[in-house]
């Protein structure tokens, strides 16, 4: 299913504040050479995390998912004077892209690891403002349980891809993926601890406040 309406995704991104020149550069470089350039959040989630994270203004911010920095980079950006982000990425080459333009940003308060996000969870041992899962979708639940305990209360956990390209839209299931973030969604949904909303930006992102 097609969610996108790209007439209107143009329409948007027309009267949305353009992109620093890194972020430009990597959503550049990406689009032409990245094999899964589809996986890159797009101008005007970019500007989204971006602000959802300075109206936040957060001292620590955990990714899962870091890709080639896109996200990160966004959402570093609403970080308190001394805070810092921790961006998990399994594939070396996407963290060794990711490391290039963490650089050139000139970004010291991002530190990239690599490897089992799982594993890495549980090693890192910080108290989250906020999180940002973007990894691979049957793991979901498995990450929001990971990570909630370490939630500041009135913290927020940011998840994507929660319509996984219209496919949890359809009568019938049929990928895992669907069906994981189907399962997903409906683990939150029902989580008392938490209260979230489900935003219809690109391919849905559900925001979940840490009650």
Request: with cysteine.
């Amino acid at each position: 299913m097609e969610l996108v309406n790209h007439i209107a995704e143009a329409y948007a991104k027309q009267f949305t504040s353009p992109l620093d020149v890194v972020l430009q550069q990597i959503e550049d470089y990406t689009l032409q050479n990245h094999p899964h350039a589809h996986m890159l959040s797009s101008h005007v989630q970019g500007k989204v995390l971006e602000m959802i994270s300075s109206m936040i203004k957060p001292q620590r911010i955990l990714e899962i998912g870091t890709f080639t920095g896109f996200s990160a980079l966004c959402l570093a950006k609403g970080l308190q004077p001394g805070g810092k982000l921790h961006t998990i990425e399994l594939r070396e080459e996407d963290a060794a892209t990711a490391k290039k333009y963490f650089d050139k940003a000139g970004a010291t308060n991002i530190e990239l690891h690599i490897g089992n996000a799982k594993e890495i969870i549980r090693a890192v041992k910080e108290n989250w403002d906020l999180v940002f899962i973007d990894a691979d979708k049957v793991s979901y639940i498995d990450y929001y349980e990971l990570t909630l305990p370490a939630l500041k209360q009135g913290g927020y956990i940011l998840s994507d891809n929660v319509f996984f390209h219209g496919e949890v839209l359809e009568k019938e299931l049929k990928g895992k993926n669907a069906k994981a973030i189907q399962a997903f969604n409906e683990h939150v949904a029902k989580d008392t601890r938490v209260e979230s909303v489900l935003l219809t930006v690109r391919d849905g992102l559900l925001l979940t406040k840490k009650l």
